[in-house]
Structure formats: structure tokens, C-alpha cells
């Protein structure tokens, strides 16, 4: 079971960021030309809400299961000083939780806001900062500290 959903969990996060940054380009375009804030900009909120959740559930499943998480938790005084091991079993896990909980946030608030240029304002701040967290957060192919290839196979 670890192996598919490790698989799914990799391919969902290419989906989360199209849908996170369709929806920043969104709001900088609307923001900027005082646009209106539609049904289509409503839909969009929705369904990057709904991609969102769906990874972060696929995430805590995954984290329940993992090897690394289950050695790091057993092996903890010595993990912790193990980059990799550290990453997935800490650093990673606060630093998304923590991104989809500000990109939340800024789902509410966004529905709370009286015109649509404060809409599009405060999507913008919110999920800018919350891609910010993603974009330092995943385990990139690039990445000289902590590195996973960019498609993993089932």
C-alpha cells in the first residue's frame, strides 16, 4: 500500500500546484484590472480547496504508514540529526500542514470579503504565502538538501 499511495501523493502535488498558481495568476490579472469576482473564480476556489484537502489526507495516510516516519518516531535522538529522515518526519509534514492551513484561512476569508477586489486581494496574499511554504517544502529532483525524483512510478 505505501508504494501506490507514495505515487499518488508525488502525482497530486503537480495537480495542487497547477491549481494553486492558476489561481494566483488569477487573482494578480483580476486584482490588477478591477475585474469582477464570478461563479468561474468561485469554482476555482472550490476545487483547489477540494485538491488541496484531498493531498493533505493522501499526506497524513501516507505519514501514518511511512518506514522513514515509523524510523524517525523509533529512532528519534539519532534521526534528528539525519537531514532526510528529519524531513520527512518533521520538517515536511509541519511545513505543508502549515501551508494548507494558511491557504484555508484565506478560502474563508476570501468568502467573508465585501468587494471583489478585496476577494482577489486577499487570495492572493494568502495563497502567495502558502505557495511560498510548498514551493520550499517539497522534496524537489533539484534540491541539494533533500531530493525525490520528480514522477514516481506505481
Known sequence: MYTPLLALHSA???LV????IIMLIRSFWAFGATAKYTLWDSRLRVITSSVLHI???????LYIISPVVSYFWQHFKQAVHMREIRFFGMEH???MLAAIIIM???IVKVKR????????????IWFSIGLLIIFTS??????????????RNF
Open 12 to 14: 497530486t502535488r503537480w
Open 17 to 20: 500546484l497547477l491549481f494553486v
Open 55 to 61: 493531498q493533505l489526507v493522501f499526506g497524513v495516510w
Open 93 to 95: 509534514v509541519f511545513m
Open 104 to 106: 484555508t484561512i484565506g
Open 113 to 124: 470579503q465585501p468587494t471583489d477586489q478585496l476577494k482577489f486581494k486577499t487570495q492572493l
Open 138 to 151: 517539497i522534496p524537489w529532483a533539484f534540491s541539494p538538501l533533500i531530493h525525490r525524483p520528480w514522477i
